[in-house]
Nanobody
Framework: QVQLVESGGGLVQTGGSLRLSCAGSIGTFSTYTMGWFRQAPGKEREFVAAISWRGSITSYADSVKGRFTISRQNTKNSVYLQMNSLKPEDTAVYYC???????????????WGQGTQVTVSS
């Protein structure tokens, strides 16, 4: 049974930081490209960042470049999103997702977590 569980969300002030984690029960975790997405109220879900299965290639949305960092630790079946210099427009539910051996630019993911809420106050 595939399971992705996000954690680390919360309430933070503008300019603050949060680190999201996603733990995967997904077979061979190290064969999956992992992505982070977010969905704000009334908006469509959007791509945030992705990391290749070996961790050597990353991709970011323009809106988070230079502020967010995606990383993974395959020995712990985990992927992380370090978010710095947070802005109110970063407020959203953040989801992690997985797809086996995919390019970091893939628009399609096969497995999704339940999401974690991030709220940035102004």
């Amino acid at each position: 049974q595939v399971q992705l569980v996000e954690s680390g969300g919360g309430l933070v002030q503008t300019g603050g930081s949060l680190r999201l984690s996603c733990a995967g029960s997904i077979g061979t975790f190290s064969t999956y490209t992992m992505g982070w997405f977010r969905q704000a109220p009334g908006k469509e879900r959007e791509f945030v960042a992705a990391i290749s299965w070996r961790g050597s290639i990353t991709s970011y949305a323009d809106s988070v470049k230079g502020r967010f960092t995606i990383s993974r630790q395959n020995t712990k079946n985990s992927v992380y999103l370090q978010m710095n210099s947070l802005k109110p427009e970063d407020t959203a539910v953040y989801y992690c997702a997985a797809r086996k051996f995919a390019a970091v630019t893939t628009p399609q993911y096969d497995y999704w977590g339940q999401g974690t809420q991030v709220t940035v106050s102004s």
